[in-house]
């Protein structure tokens, strides 16, 4: 049985190496990494001189509206870099991993390439495990590029860097991979509901967009609407609806990935007034708990029912 396991896990991963080969190729995956690192440089560079005026770290208040998050975090030359990367990254990440994924099952039986690999001996779960690690390792190949990248940039800048922000920088990286996995599992789910690549790779792109660039804009509208009719202002009645308001806007940002992936960036660089230092991790990870959770649930259902669909499906 480990015999039989361990060639299943070959199997797999060798759809992975060749999927990444194949992703690294597409002209898709070039346009995408070079308007990511077009933007990076364009971002570090108007920031130059207002990094190099940070000379000691101070703690910020930092809002990011369009998701419905605010927060305060320790503001020095990299955490500053880093967290309007990775700020950055929500729309990017959420793109690059729709745009992956989208046409990675039909597009393989739309060309009948699917009915080749599995007349050799190779499951279908080794198959469509091997499509979403491939396409994991891609997502973290751009991811690391933009973490290297905005180090690398400050290093050549002579900007001073410290070890805590090198340190929370890297655990960024990894709830950015996490987000941009979101994304690839969404969308690997249209790839197994939708019989053209065309409609699923525009069904995919279309919410990675309208989630992170759309939806937080009509947000506040909605809330209001839910709330009920404004009562005139400065009556105790207006005061409820206010709170109501925000709190209809809390449920209705609570359903979108890039509310809590924006949550855990501000939990992550998250400051201390009192001690004009990172928030201790132990207290970081308190506040970043649900918004993970929810991170996973995002992750991890829409793959369930992708696998379950392949599992079942007619591929002819």
Partial sequence: MDDKEGGQKMKALNIAMKEVYVSIKSKRFAILISIYALLLLLLSYSLRDNLN?????SVESMSIGLFGVNGEILATPLSVMLFLNFTFFTVIGAILGASLGADAINKEVESGTIKTLLGHPVYRDEVINGKFLGNACVLMITVLVGYVFTIAFLLINGTPLDGGSILRGFVAFLLTLLYSLVFLSISLLFSTLFKK??????????????????YGLIVSLMAQHLAGEMPPHGTPAFEIWVENSK?????????????????????VFAGDRITNYYVP????????????????????????LAYVRFMTSDLR
């Fill in 53 to 57: 005026e940070l000379v000691s770290p």
């Fill in 247 to 267: 709190l209809w806007e809390q449920r209705l940002h609570f359903i979108n990935p890039a509310h809590h992936y924006a949550a855990l960036v501000i939990a």
């Fill in 197 to 214: 690549p065309e409609t699923s790779m525009l069904v995919s792109i279309g919410l990675a967009i309208f989630l992170t660039m759309i």
């Fill in 281 to 304: 991790f132990g207290e970081s990870l308190t506040l970043m708990l649900n918004n993970l959770s929810m991170l996973l649930v995002f992750l991890l259902l829409p793959f369930a």
